[in-house]
């Protein structure tokens, strides 16, 4: 089969990445497309995998430049489609699902984000995609007849166990300190991203204090630039490391809703302060039903500092963190396995899923790795 696959971000290729090599190592042919976003291209080039990236700079943050953006990729992308002849086309952008439509190829919509975050891009792709893959407890409006929930979540597919294993050796390599926490600052400049607002300078700063008076070294991870004062603080490694860096991390602190459920995906307790907070569903489940990450919206600055105490007042609250998510693993499924059967034998796959979602027991781990960071 031939299958091409349209990344907008970093998360979004890492998703897919084992996938796309196990249908490679299967004899399948596979097309890449990209833009440029954050550390996506350098996580491309570190794979070894063969892609084109269709714009190469990055967009303004405005409504009029995702629009454009919209109309140009799909310009650049309809030849070389036309020429590849894809069976099937994976994405998270509308692009491919508008494209698929005009090609009558299948596309299927890769995302986990609810109907009602996103509501501006799913209404650009939902009407013209024929398949909306998602986790389970994700909300998808009304379009629901399209939508094939797993048990599982999108960074299952890279951090599952079975799939990642830390590297022992990262802090020597960084001069990592032996306790650290991790400060996530994001940019927010995301389409559906607008109007929300993340950590500001003084909580910033009321974080640092409260880590430092704990024993341990906080280091900031931005996606933008920051304030000089901070500079000594900053994390500076390769893209292909950050999770080798947060699987040894105390816990993490961010305004990141992607970096806070791959954290929970490793066990690492997170705390996040969004005004997202309380209104993505992946993040409800993993916080509400497994404890494994806090959100605060923006007007509770004070219940996130106290939360934070309560942790670093915990004993032993690291080995906590990884039996719960030893008790997240057991009931979730091996997600790049089940990628790579459902796009295999797509549209049957499909059927079967809404036939019984039982389907994809066949999936379910039996063992765990159990907890690596046990210092």
Known sequence: MKFAFYFGHPAQFLFARRTIEDLIEHKHEVLIQIKKKDVLEELLK?????????????????????LLGLFSRNKIMLPALRKFKPDLLISSDASYSQLGLLLNTPCVTILE??????????????????????????????????KVGYKGYMKLAYLHPSVFQPNKNIKDKYNLPEKYAIIRLAQLTAYHDEGIKGISENLLISIIDRLKLN??????????????????????????????????????????????????????????????????SVLEELEKQ????????????????????????????????QKKRQKMLSEKINVSDFLYWFFTNYPQSVEEMKESAETQINFQSKIFTKSIITS
């Open 46 to 66: 570190s794979s070894k995998l063969e892609y084109t990236n269709i714009q190469p700079k990055e967009r303004k943050n405005n409504r009029m430049a995702a």
């Open 113 to 146: 984000d609810d109907y009602k975050v996103i509501k501006k891009l799913a209404l650009l792709s939902y009407p013209f995609t024929s398949t909306i893959l998602c986790p389970e407890v994700c909300q998808v409006g009304r379009w629901g007849k399209k």
């Open 215 to 280: 024993g341990i070294t906080p280091v900031i991870s931005a996606e933008g630039k920051i304030d000089e004062r901070y500079s000594s603080l900053l994390l500076n490694i390769e893209a292909m490391d950050m999770h080798n860096v947060l699987a040894h991390a105390k816990l993490l602190i961010c305004d990141s809703q992607s970096m806070s459920v791959e954290s929970s995906m490793l066990g690492i307790p997170s705390l996040r302060y969004s005004s997202f907070s309380g209104r993505i």
């Open 290 to 321: 497994y404890g494994l990450t806090y959100g605060f919206p923006i007007s509770k600055s004070s219940e996130l500092l106290k939360q934070l105490n309560t942790i670093l007042n915990t004993p032993d609250f690291e080995n906590q963190f």
